[in-house]
């Protein structure tokens, strides 16, 4: 690997390991309370959106455990499946998550399992070879592309954690600023200046509605929106 291309594999493991460690973190703050408060996952509480981050922790692991031959057939672009249906919370895999999380009892058992299995999964992104192919969903990516669909992954879950804790930590202004960016390629067109990165993201893949000032200032993105995100 080039000198440019390590520096700049690095720069994404950090927002990587920048992200996923402050969503943790954000998970570790939670009050007993908050894990029955909703989250902003339609159909979701807290605690599901927790338990469905220890199982994207569990892919993070067994995707960069399993090394694909032939050539990448998607990035961190084109890894996304765009709908123009929003999530119902009733798909089979959500149902599953919340019978999942119901399991654990005890946030404590849930918070535990993030860290344990979270924890490996930063290290493991750490270790792996950046031009690694390897296989998910029956794709093909490099690990560095792989990675930084998460980067998105994280930073759209933290804001679900947050949606109603007003007093939690944000996501990190960084992987805002990467996730907006690659949500703008994915449209094909920029969102204005007014919008800060938190709400392109919000208003952009459906979290909350836009206002009529929102939809006047985006003007021709506004019948591109929201991307459903799956």
């Known amino acids: 690997m080039s000198a440019l ?32 408060r909703p989250s902003g996952c339609t159909g979701w509480l807290v605690r599901d959106l927790v338990c469905h981050l220890v199982i994207d922790a569990q892919d993070v692991l067994i995707t960069l455990a399993t090394p694909a031959d032939g050539e990448p057939t998607r990035d961190a672009l084109t890894y996304w499946e765009i709908s123009d249906t929003p999530p119902t919370g009733e798909d089979p895999l959500d149902a599953l998550t919340v019978r999942l999380a119901a399991a654990y009892e005890e946030p404590h058992l849930l918070k535990f399992h993030l860290d344990d299995v979270g924890s490996a999964a930063g290290r493991a992104a750490k270790l792996t070879d950046p031009g690694l ?23 759209l879950h933290h804001l679900d954690l947050i949606a109603h804790l007003p007093a939690a930590a944000p996501p990190p202004s960084e992987g805002l600023a990467r996730s907006r960016e690659m949500l703008e390629r994915i449209a094909g067109s920029a969102f204005p200046p007014s919008f800060s990165d938190q709400d392109a993201l919000l208003v952009g893949t459906g979290r909350r509605p836009r206002t009529e000032a929102e939809r006047a200032g985006l003007g021709e993105l506004a019948s591109k929106l929201p991307l459903y995100l799956g």
């Open 133 to 155: 192919r390897v296989g998910t969903r029956d794709e093909v990516l490099t690990v560095g592309d792989y990675l930084s669909t998460y980067v998105m992954e994280w930073t």
């Open 5 to 36: 291309a390590e520096r700049h594999y690095v720069a994404d493991v950090d927002l990587f390991s920048r992200s996923w460690t402050a969503l943790r973190a954000a998970v570790a703050d939670l009050s007993d309370e908050d894990f029955s």
